[in-house]
């Protein structure tokens, strides 16, 4: 895998008046997705990587129109599109990896950034400097192996200046439940506990793995 071409965004777009300390205010309008995608397990990246060593890879085809659950093995995944990557540029001088998530936002890989929801991101630089990328059909509460449902969408924004708001980090607003079509049937929950909440999340993730693949005898790599 070529590192150099991750992630993938549009941008930078500049923001006429936009000066450090004001705010940009991102509408996500819409998401329209293109109906296949791709997850993989790419060695010595995600949180299990010393678990997972070996290449891995999942192709998605899922219907565009009505974004009916996709299937992977027994299992149908509840697709909801969004992008991973939405940022500003850092005021930090030089070239920055678009990899790791920012002040300013970047790729913060939130799935309730999806339709309907209001993202404010703090400006640092004159401009803004506005990038969007990254986007997915659906995600867990973060990308455990790495990846997501990587899938191309087209993506309708709306931009807004908010002069003085003096953000300290981005904040967002849904507009309503973000887990409704995904627990009324109840759900499983595995838990970890350690020294700090990275050796606990990697136990909790663990465990998980290991409750799906015995209860589904499926491969603890899917």
């Not at 540029?89 to 939130?110: L, Q, T």
């Not at 003085?164 to 499983?188: C, I, S």
């Amino acid at each position: 895998l070529d590192f150099s071409k991750v992630n993938p965004t549009l941008g930078p777009i500049v923001l006429d008046g936009a000066e450090p300390g004001d705010a940009v205010k991102v509408t996500l309008i819409d998401f329209k997705p293109c109906g296949w995608g791709w997850t993989a397990n790419i060695p010595g990246f995600g949180l299990l990587a010393d678990q997972f060593k070996e290449p891995a890879i999942n192709i998605w085809k899922y219907d565009a129109n009505s974004l009916a659950p996709a299937m992977f093995g027994p299992a149908k995944v509840p697709l909801k599109p969004f992008a991973g990557t939405i940022g500003l540029a850092p005021a930090e001088p030089g070239h920055h990896s678009v990899v790791p998530p920012r002040r300013v936002g970047g790729n913060m890989d939130i799935r309730d950034l999806a339709k309907g929801s209001e993202l404010y991101l703090p400006v640092e630089v004159k401009g803004a400097l506005f990038s969007l990328g990254d986007t997915h059909a659906a995600q867990g509460d973060g990308e455990v192996c790495g990846t997501a449902i990587e899938s191309q969408l087209d993506v309708v924004v709306k931009l807004e200046l908010v002069k003085k708001a003096n953000l300290k980090f981005p904040q967002f607003r849904t507009p309503g439940p973000v887990t409704r079509h995904l627990d009324e049937k109840g759900y499983d929950v595995a838990t970890g506990i350690g020294a700090d909440l990275m050796e606990g999340a990697k136990a909790a993730v663990s465990g998980m793995v290991d409750l799906r693949s015995q209860r589904h005898n499926i491969a603890p790599v899917e």
